[in-house]
């Protein structure tokens, strides 16, 4: 847990952070809503790339996570940044290519855990829906992978359990 922040903090990364990240971000969010634990964490997201810094949520991911009672409204691309490694404590990233600028930009040591979504489930990595047009297949892998994620965090944080 974040000394600073007394809460956990957890960053989705994708390499726009304009479609899985913000999407990971706002259901993860739901699902802490949903176990009563959203005061617990400080949850965010951010890109690799640095194209969409300051751009809204691409509509189609925004319109399926509405389709899904969330609402993004507001929401800025913004890309990762060193001081992440240190008020994080989770840089969770949503494919291999992600993960590699991730460890890339990490320091030597760093005091946050680093890992890809999927990974906390079956494997596998999170498909861009930006190139692929399936943002309900997206929504769906990331329910599975955002559950997953926080039974990890639960395992390695017993304290916070409602």
């Not at 952070?17 to 809503?33: G, Y």
């Not at 940044?81 to 930009?105: F, K």
């Not at 829906?129 to 599975?144: A, C, E, H, S």
């Amino acid at each position: 847990m974040h000394p600073s922040m007394g809460k956990i903090g957890v960053l989705f990364v994708c390499y726009g952070n304009i479609c899985r990240s913000p999407m990971a971000e706002f259901v993860f969010r739901r699902i802490l809503d949903e176990e009563g634990l959203a005061d617990r964490f400080n949850v965010a997201s951010a890109a690799t790339s640095g194209e969409h810094i300051g751009d809204p949520v691409d509509a189609r991911a925004a319109k399926e996570l509405m389709s899904h009672g969330i609402s993004c409204e507001g929401k800025r691309g913004r890309r990762l940044i060193r001081s992440d490694y240190l008020d994080y404590d989770y840089i969770v990233g949503m494919d291999r290519r992600n993960m590699e600028y991730i460890h890339w930009t990490a320091p030597s040591e760093p005091a946050c855990e680093i890992g890809m979504l999927m990974d906390y489930a079956d494997g596998g990595e999170i498909a861009d829906p930006y190139y692929t047009g399936d943002f309900g297949k997206t929504y769906d892998d990331l329910r599975i992978g955002c559950r997953c994620l926080l039974e990890h965090i639960l395992s390695e944080h017993p304290e916070i359990s409602p």
